[in-house]
């Protein structure tokens, strides 16, 4: 197996423990989508509401011409209603389709334009309001279906996802009806009437600003879920372009929950490489699709083994993986971890070749010492490395497995660091190592 010294695995991302890292852009991008998702859904739930309001009114009229025409006093006119109808679905088509351009290009809607839409909408029912109250009276016409779709658009606002801007509705929602119960020629004739009092009038505005702010409170907390998922997916995806997708979701969690310094920097790890011994020959022998499923089983016995002992897969390299201990979480026992993880594949996969006309002989090399890790590339491609002599002298040791038939190496330094933990070993001595001036210690462990 062809081992090259500097072992990568994607890097997208400096800091897991914070989404914004180095993709504040992508983030924001992905949480405006989902805003301008849910201002589409908003607009489309009043385009919606409005043509049942307006098939009720002419279905009502339809039914009860008599009652209708007592409520409005003799002034109902259908025209009104298509014309009202028409002038509401005009200005909600055009903020739907500017809306979906936004989306289209990936851009923001401008907040003026938020707020001046939000102005124009609630003061669609204001208008309405103003003519019913000339049309059918201030009694009749306070009482009716219109003061109501105030609150339609207070509940709507919500899907903006902005706090301020639902506030704003409400906010704007009771100083119309205010201005026109108080101000408004029509209303002010009235103003002897019991339901228009000033008492009952103020407390009408107070809840709808109220509404406006709990409608802002319920946008706001929709939106910090929003943040929350988008932030979670964003740094699962980044942790993936990392560490690679054969980290286990324990791995994930933990990686998410602690950080991992990605910054070049030196750490002590224990490093481990797997080598399945004479696969590429015994392939030959066998049809591709048998080839990769056996490898796909050996891999996935393998990678659980590391996965449960506080390791990851760096790298895989053909018919094996290079496996950190230590990095890019910290764990003091490291060397150990790496240790009980090669002895439990030799286990596992003399278990597995039982249930296999194939039998698989592993070749594992565990070294013990400083190396350099962190991300490095260019701005568009950056990798997760592992670099320096003592990934080298793993992969050296790995190879020793065929000089002196075994399957599990390790070094002086592994062996120190574990101590009487260590078990059944067998010093092999000093042994030359290619690429090194003075032999180095091994252990055999099986």
């Known amino acids: 197996m062809d081992r090259p010294s500097t072992i990568a695995s994607e890097l997208h991302a400096p800091g897991l423990h914070d989404p914004n890292a180095e993709v504040p852009a992508d983030y924001q991008r992905m949480l405006t989508r989902e805003i301008l998702r849910t201002e589409i859904l908003r607009v489309k739930a009043l385009i919606a509401t409005a043509t049942i309001l307006a098939i009720g009114a002419l279905l009502l009229y339809a039914g009860s011409p008599g009652l209708i025409q007592e409520v409005w006093q003799g002034r109902f006119r ?13 200005f909600e088509s055009l ?11 990936d851009l923001d809607v401008p907040h003026v334009r938020r707020y001046l839409g939000a102005l124009v909408e609630i003061t669609l029912p204001s208008l309405i309001l103003m003519g019913q109250i000339v049309l059918m009276g201030p009694q009749n016409a306070l009482a009716y279906v219109v003061p109501m779709i105030y609150f339609l658009f207070i509940i709507v606002s919500t899907l903006r996802l902005d706090f301020w801007l639902s506030t704003f509705t409400g906010a704007v ?12 020629p029509a209303a002010k004739a009235a103003a002897d009437e019991p339901i228009m009092a000033l008492g009952f009038l103020v407390a009408r505005s107070v809840v709808l600003f109220l509404a406006g702010v709990l409608a802002g409170a319920v946008g706001l907390q929709l939106r910090r879920q929003f943040e929350q998922s988008i932030a979670a997916v964003s740094a699962r995806d980044r942790i993936t372009n990392l560490f690679g997708q054969h980290v286990s979701p324990q791995v994930v969690e933990r990686l998410m929950q602690q950080g991992a310094q990605t910054a070049a920097d030196t750490s002590s790890v224990a ?28 891999f996935a016995t393998l990678v659980e083994i590391v996965d449960r002992n506080g390791g ?22 490291a060397p150990y971890d790496a240790v009980t993880a090669g002895r439990e594949m030799l286990v596992a996969m003399e278990m597995e070749n039982k249930k296999h006309d194939w039998p698989l002989r592993l ?10 890790v962190g991300n490095v590339g260019s701005p568009r491609r950056k990798e997760y490395t592992v670099i ?21 190496l390790v070094s002086e330094a592994v062996r120190q660091a574990v101590g009487e933990r260590m078990g059944a070993a067998v010093a092999l001595g000093d042994v030359p190592i290619r690429g090194y001036e003075e032999p180095i210690p091994i252990w055999r462990l099986a």
């Open 388 to 408: 320096g002599d003592t990934v080298n002298c793993a992969s050296r040791i790995e190879t020793l497995n065929k000089e002196f038939g075994s399957q599990l």
């Open 363 to 372: 070749g594992i090399g565990i070294h013990f010492g400083d190396v350099v």
């Open 173 to 184: 929602a009771s100083i119309e009806l205010l201005l026109i119960v108080t101000y408004f």
């Open 312 to 333: 990851i897969v760096n790298k895989f390299l053909g018919d094996g993986f290079l496996a950190l201990f230590g990095a890019p979480i910290a764990g003091p026992d």
């Open 95 to 105: 903020v739907l389709v500017l809306t979906k351009r936004q989306l289209k290009r």
């Open 271 to 298: 490093v481990m490489f797997v080598d399945i011994r004479g696969f590429t020959a015994a392939a030959r022998a066998h049809t591709p699709q048998d080839v990769v499923k056996r490898l796909d089983d050996a």
């Open 78 to 90: 259908v025209a009104y209603v298509f014309i009202g109808y028409l002038i509401f679905i005009a």
